[in-house]
């Protein structure tokens, strides 16, 4: 595809007679097109382009019928959902129940993903093909949450996408969907083509053809948009978006998001890899195994202070998985305060009144300020009394398997909430790592607390909304007491795009092209 930039005037006048293209400059690149091999953002800005789910979430996370159209619970633990009629893949073929029950029983067969989707389908007992627009599904036991756990599973063509690997994907052959745009390329490093699906049963997007350039470097980003290399950027650092704001041609589209930035404790071995006493030799038992210690690293950050400082404003600080506004948000669970005094104590009562040695890990590309915001808790655990042996900051495509594999004793992560509730979440991330049941799929400490497991089955098996909130939220007050993740903030997300092209923000920091417009 020829490459087309769009004077401003053409941008201005295009109509659906005069197809615009579009050019993104992104922070993060995928780790594969496949759509069911990670749920991390990067491959989930580019899959839910190319695919379609059961369910579709708005700006504001609430869900709509997408490729289901409508859904009942027949008896506690039967469903039965119709599909939209009419919807054909990208080669043609009609989409059919065969093609939904095989991409729901597809994502247990997914080898060394970093964030499975087995946690939304492990409900799942059976599937039966009533005709090609119906199907039964049967859970295990009674799911109040069925359809919100299974609606965010992509759909994929059986024919296109059986008994093929991540090659065939990334080549094309296989990266067959629905969706409003259809895959053309991958250039790793570099970038992703689309074209517009002209046959999409949905909102047919303003652009034609859409080109995603990889592009890592806030400064990289910036200038290209500054010099119309590109029209629309993500990930904008918030010192960038204050100056983007004021500058004439240019716009910034900003919201406050759902994703929770969060420090992860290793609170499961003895021996931890990057834990050491004050001489930096190995230490036995791991500090971080104690509650105390937890608690006082906790009260050690000034979330106030990191906000302001490094994120120029740009964060809500945050003591659980989400924010006012989701489901399961519990009101009673507020934010540590920093209390450096407070943390000392802790610590000595723990009998670590000298402190210990402790590396922090971070990504350097996955969201802004990311290294920036180590290095401010680096500054401050040392200061509450810890031994900071280093701040390491790797990329995101090798950072996240590294996490997943337990390497580090000390990490920042996030978690971007793309729900109504906080079940999905809380399940994902905290419960017990357990592959037949689907819990603990983003469980990355490998944490286990039999009591926080039990709160969370009793809101599984309840279909009062108001009592599965109550259990969600009571589950939120013992994980987030037990610290195995120290809750930091919420971030505040922005994009920029020149004159011309708007953006609709989202709270799930997605960025995609069918949320791109002309600005008529």
């Not at 074209?195 to 303003?206: A, L, Q």
């Not at 104690?290 to 809500?316: P, W, Y």
């Amino acid at each position: 595809m020829q490459r087309r930039y769009i004077a401003l005037a053409g941008l201005l006048a295009a109509s659906a007679a005069t197809p615009a293209d579009l050019t993104i400059g992104s922070a993060t690149e995928p780790l594969a097109i496949d759509p069911h091999f990670s749920r991390t953002g990067n491959n989930q800005n580019i899959a839910m382009q190319v695919f379609d789910r059961l369910l579709s979430a708005d700006e504001h996370l609430q869900q709509h019928p997408a490729l289901a159209e409508s859904w009942a619970n027949l008896e506690p633990t039967k469903w039965r959902i119709k599909l939209r009629a009419g919807v054909r893949f990208h080669d043609g073929a009609a989409m059919t129940a065969d093609d939904v029950a095989y991409s729901l029983e597809r994502p247990k067969t997914i080898a060394n993903s970093p964030a499975p989707f087995t946690g939304n389908v492990s409900s799942i007992a059976s599937i039966a093909v009533v005709d090609p627009v119906t199907l039964d599904i049967t859970t295990k036991e009674p799911t109040p949450d069925f359809m919100e756990q299974i609606g965010p599973v992509y759909v994929v063509s059986r024919a296109a996408a059986e008994g093929k690997k991540l090659e065939q994907f990334n080549d094309g052959s296989a990266a067959i969907g629905t969706g409003p745009y259809k895959f053309k390329s991958w250039a790793h490093g570099d970038r992703i083509l689309l074209s517009r699906n002209e046959s999409y049963w949905g909102k047919k997007p303003d652009f034609e053809n859409v080109t995603i350039r990889f592009m890592s470097n806030d400064a990289a980003r910036i200038a290209a948009l500054r010099s119309k290399g590109v029209d629309l950027i993500d990930a904008v650092p918030p010192e960038e978006a204050i100056g983007l704001a004021k500058m004439p041609g240019f716009k910034v589209f900003s919201t406050a998001s759902a994703r929770l930035i969060y420090l992860a404790l290793d609170t499961v071995r003895d021996d931890s890899p990057f834990v050491t006493g004050t001489d930096g030799k190995p230490i036995n038992p791991n500090p971080l195994k104690d509650l105390r210690v937890r608690q006082a690293i906790s009260k050690m950050i000034n979330r106030d202070l990191i906000i302001d400082r490094v994120l120029h404003g740009s964060g809500v600080a945050a003591g659980q998985i989400a924010p006012a506004g989701v489901a399961g948000h519990d009101p009673s669970i507020k934010p540590d305060a920093f209390d450096a005094d407070g943390a000392k104590k802790l610590l000595a009562a723990a009998g670590y009144d000298k402190g210990f040695g402790l590396t922090i890990h971070t990504s350097n590309d996955r969201f802004p300020g990311d290294s920036g915001i180590a290095q401010a808790i680096g500054q401050l655990l040392a200061r509450g009394g810890l031994k900071v042996n280093g701040v390491v900051a790797q990329p995101y495509n090798v950072y996240a398997g590294n996490a997943s594999k337990q390497t580090f004793s000390a990490f920042i992560f996030s978690f971007g909430n793309t729900t109504p509730t906080t079940a999905p979440g809380l399940k994902n991330m905290m419960m017990t790592v357990n592959a037949k049941e689907g819990t603990g799929v983003f469980n990355r400490l490998q944490y286990s607390n039999p009591a926080f497991d039990a709160k969370m089955r009793q809101a599984f098996g309840e279909f009062d909304l108001n009592k599965r909130i109550a259990y969600l939220q009571e589950a939120a007050r013992i994980g987030f007491g037990d610290l195995p993740v120290v809750p930091l903030y919420f971030q505040k997300v922005h994009w920029a795009a020149r004159d011309g092209v708007r953006y609709l923000p989202n709270v799930s920091e997605d960025t995609i092209a069918t949320d791109a417009s002309l600005d008529r």
